[in-house]
């Protein structure tokens, strides 16, 4: 069955550096949508991509859709205390279920001061 | 305005004991799911429903029932509850902007 993995599971950086996640499918996605939750909460819309090697950006954000419509990341430049949290991938469930989506195990960022 | 709302946030059930989890959403959104979260593990999809009176099987749908009487309101039930239910539900719809998702509901089987 479809698969939507991402790497890593953890990554610890000192506040002001730059962190990195990847998500990658074993299948062609429409579309990839990215969520934070931050500890004991609830996950939270970042963005979604569509088009094939699209990349946008929020603030301190960089999201790209990879050329094969695969893969994925986020990059968040400069970290601060507020990025703490769990960020996942998703993309369309492959059971067809009207927008149901399929979650990457999500990267855990932890940020030391 | 809410968004999406979920009750009860936390519940402790005994092996065998039933229960519902209620979401309410006021968004006027057609589409609404029930996902669980495991430790170190995704979200993953239970059930969904594209709109009032219909219900349709997710990715781990065994165990679980659904209703959608009203538009707004999206109910999921554990006929009988075992171990393997503890997880966190969070109950979600969709609009413009992406999912929105409730607050969570923190289940524990015993």
């Known amino acids: 069955g479809q698969q939507v993995m991402q790497i890593p599971q953890y990554q610890h950086v000192q506040e002001g550096e730059d962190f990195t996640t990847y998500c990658n499918s074993s299948t062609t996605l429409s579309n990839i949508q990215w969520y934070k939750q931050r500890p004991g909460g609830h996950p939270v819309f970042l963005i979604q991509?569509?088009?094939?090697?699209e990349v946008k950006k929020q603030k301190r954000l960089t999201f790209q859709f990879g050329e094969a419509k695969k893969n994925s990341s986020l990059h968040i430049t400069a970290t601060q205390t507020t990025d703490v949290g769990t960020y996942f991938c998703?993309?369309?469930?492959?059971?067809?279920?009207?927008?149901?989506?399929?979650f990457g195990k999500g990267t855990h960022l932890i940020i030391q001061p | 305005n809410a968004g999406v709302t979920q009750t009860p946030k936390f519940r402790v059930l005994k092996t065998g004991q039933s229960m519902t989890l209620l979401c309410a959403q006021d968004m006027n959104h057609e589409y609404m799911y029930w996902y669980r979260q495991d430790p170190g593990m995704g979200l993953r999809l239970i059930h969904y429903?594209?709109?009032?009176?219909?219900?349709a099987k997710g990715e781990v749908p065994d165990g679980y029932n659904v209703s959608r009487l009203k538009k707004q309101n999206f109910l999921l039930g554990l006929e009988s509850a075992a171990p393997s239910q503890t997880s966190v539900y969070f109950c979600?719809?969709?609009?413009?902007?992406?999912?929105?998702f409730g607050s969570g509901t923190r289940l524990t089987v015993v």
């Open positions: 429903s594209v709109g009032e009176g219909t219900t």
């Open positions: 991509l569509v088009k094939s090697g």
């Open positions: 998703a993309g369309p469930w492959s059971g067809g279920g009207a927008d149901g989506l399929t």
């Open positions: 979600a719809s969709i609009g413009f902007y992406g999912y929105t």
